[in-house]
């Protein structure tokens, strides 16, 4: 069965997945420890929450290309479809008024199953810092950030999969950054490993509130 090894330790395959948080390309999915398919969308078809919300998106400029590159690119054979859900697609959060807004949101469907499966991605593009009102640099996405974190786990509490790839590592590695969304989509639904791409983004260290600011952007 089709195994994934990616940057940090990260080793998705039929029955276990290990989380990496060092590291970027990152995974984030339910049950880390004993995963199997079973497990992540029970005994029957449609567990992935869908989008319940809509948002007013702002893209960034790597994130349009890495969505440019999986509309043209994006094809697993095998019996799987893949939809590119329109930017506006959110899931609201109880007692907020602001949804939370996936940078790419992909619908997976796997046909050869009677009762259809259906897997919802959250792609993220993630940058090291932006500018504040007065031109002044503030990190984001940086490793010991709580609301990047308590996101995360409110799209895995829905079944989905977060994929979280740095801005540089779209920027220079686009296509292996489509190969690895593609590759872990051949895992989850345990499709021959003659279909998997097996070339990933460089490792990158995810970075601290201190190294975010030193970081040069593409």
């Known amino acids: ?50 989008p319940d919300a809509k948002s007013r998106p702002r893209p960034g400029k790597w994130e349009k290309k890495l969505r440019q590159a999986i509309k043209n690119d994006l094809v697993v054979r095998g019996g799987i479809s893949i939809e590119l859900l329109e930017r506006s697609k959110s899931m609201k959060i109880e ?20 009762d259809y499966v259906c897997l919802y991605i959250d792609v993220e593009v993630d940058e090291p810092w932006t500018l504040d009102k007065n031109g002044n640099k503030m990190p984001i996405h940086t490793i010991d950030d709580n609301k990047q974190k308590s996101r995360d786990s409110f799209f895995r509490e829905k079944n989905w999969i977060v994929i979280r790839f740095s801005e540089q590592q779209v920027y220079y590695e686009t296509d292996k950054c489509v190969n690895l969304i593609h590759d872990l989509i051949i895992c989850i639904f345990q499709l021959n490993d003659s279909l998997l791409k097996s070339t990933y983004p460089s490792p990158q260290k995810r970075w601290s509130w201190q190294e975010a600011v030193k970081i040069e952007r593409p």
């Open 1 to 50: 069965m089709a195994k994934l090894l990616v940057s940090g330790g990260l080793i998705l395959g039929s029955v276990a997945l290990i989380e990496s948080v060092a590291f970027w390309p990152a995974v984030f999915m339910v049950g880390l420890a004993g995963f199997s398919i079973g497990m992540l969308f029970g005994s029957s078809g449609d567990n992935s929450k869908a």
């Open 95 to 114: 007692k907020s008024k602001y949804p939370y807004l996936p940078d790419i949101a992909l619908k997976v469907l796997n046909n050869n199953i009677s």
